[in-house]
């Protein structure tokens, strides 16, 4: 049973940047194809970016360009660089692990984290 802790969010202005982490105990993260979503008050949880087990990875057009998903598989951590951010990335981010299904939707990934509030000011 993998768990996933998220960390690294924080307030900043529009055009900042942060780096989420996100801690994953239990198996060997490089086994795993890891997303990232995001659920802002009032919304749907929707996906950001994703990998895959080859290091492919898959964007949401809304952060294409803007940030970037990665991983240290060494340390079981997985990371995503935001940059440029603006107000309408302001969501609580959680990470997650593939368990099968369509690789977008919310429901083909699990053992999600707490999250972590990310909150980007005008």
């Known amino acids: 049973q993998v768990q996933l802790v998220e960390s690294g969010g924080g307030s900043v202005q529009t055009g900042g940047s942060l780096r989420l982490s996100c801690a994953a105990s239990?198996?060997?993260?490089?086994?795993?194809?890891m997303g990232w979503f995001r659920q802002a008050p009032g919304k749907e949880r929707e996906f950001v970016a994703a990998d895959n087990l080859s290091g492919r990875t898959y964007y949401a057009d809304s952060v294409k360009g803007r940030f970037t998903i990665s991983r240290d598989t060494a340390k079981n951590t997985g990371y995503l660089q935001m940059n440029n951010l603006k107000p309408e990335d302001t969501a609580v981010y959680y990470c997650a692990v593939y368990k099968g299904g369509r690789l977008y939707e919310r429901e083909s990934f699990g053992s999600w984290g707490q999250g972590t509030q990310v909150t980007v000011s005008s």
């Open positions: 239990g198996g060997t993260f490089s086994t795993y194809v």
